[in-house]
């Protein structure tokens, strides 16, 4: 499967991100969130490309063997219980699928926003640090160098 | 040698604010730079205490590497560790050993026939035992300051990779190969000018000492032309 088929494949894509990431009160399924930045990795890097490409093939044909419902018509944990099993079966292309679907959400200006970030360069607006006061190095201070002296 | 790397990290009940600011060392100490036997290893380390993780690092886990599980506790389990992170480094200082070397691969060359360097590396008994201490010690530092769990990656094998030694500066000869202003005992008017001078690692990184000898390298040839 070429990155061109995980295209092809985007309604299984998306169903599979929204089960890595669901949906809760304050954040999106991933599948909103991540999907641009997964297809974006495949059709830069042919590495990942595969990897992904694999992972999504691996899905699609344990789903195949299941239910005739298929991945997305499942229930979650029906889901969670395939992509467990996909897991194990191929550790590389999965970890794969992870780290991309969990890169592409959480560098999304939406979900930096949720956090309580401000999105996009942090020069030169810089951090805004509220003031603190030092802890008390007098104990330190006393006892001198603790260095070798040349 | 190199600077072998160890990283714990601790997980704290309420927001840190650690995400803002510089991703460097925030606060060092050498406490535990000088030998004490008592340790059971020679030389040390210092402690870098750095800030916490981004948004991405917070899912992947960073440098420990414990990504936060997917599926409906994803949520739940990102929440209790994003903002709430700090991490120790341990940064060992390695010592020249016979095992650690560069040398010439034998098979692999380049597009022109040359052979590529071939770097050789195992993490001794020494080193191993100074990141266990460091370890041990930055658990306690996490804990004492109200973590409620520690993680440990006991060697980051993305990390620390300055490399260091081979051609040690000495007085003498028979021991070391380039004297006190960087030239090389065996061969004339040949200068030696980077880390590989370094007679041990030290537990910091290396680039402001190598500037430092560089200086001083430079200052040697100077005197030496006028």
Known sequence: MTPERLEAKRDLLISVLDTLIPADEEFPESGALALDHVLAIAGASAEAGSLLARALEAIEEAAAGGEARGFAGSSVTQREELLRRVERSHPAAFEALVRHTYDGFYSHPATIARLGLEPGPVQPRGHRIEPAALPDLARVAARGPIFRRA | ?226
Do not use: K
């Open chain 2, 1 to 226: 040698m190199f600077h072998p790397y160890a990283m714990a990290r601790g997980v704290f009940e309420r927001p840190l604010g650690g995400h803002r600011g510089p991703i460097g060392c925030s606060i060092i100490s050498q406490e535990f730079y000088e030998t004490d036997l008592s340790r059971g290893f020679v030389r040390g380390y210092s402690f870098q205490v750095a800030r916490g993780l981004s948004p991405i690092a917070s899912a992947n886990g960073g440098s420990v590497g414990d990504r936060v599980p997917w599926g409906r506790e994803h949520r739940r389990a990102y929440g209790e560790r994003f903002d709430r992170t700090i991490t120790v480094a341990i940064i060992g200082e390695d010592l020249p050993e016979p095992d650690n070397r560069v040398d010439l691969d034998p098979a692999l060359t380049d597009g022109h026939g040359i052979p590529a360097p071939r770097v050789s590396y195992r993490l001794s008994e020494n080193s191993r035992r100074m990141l266990d201490h460091g370890i041990a010690r930055a658990r306690e530092v996490l804990h004492a300051a109200g973590a409620r769990e520690v993680a440990a990656n006991p060697l980051l094998r993305a990390g620390g990779w300055h490399l260091m030694g081979t051609a040690r500066m000495g007085r003498d000869p028979a021991t070391s190969v380039v004297d006190a202003e960087g030239r090389c005992h065996d061969v004339p008017n040949l200068y030696i000018v980077d880390g590989s001078v370094m007679v041990t690692s030290a537990g910091v990184n290396p680039t402001s000492t190598i500037q430092a000898v560089a200086l001083h390298v430079a200052d040697g040839m100077i005197r030496r032309r006028s």
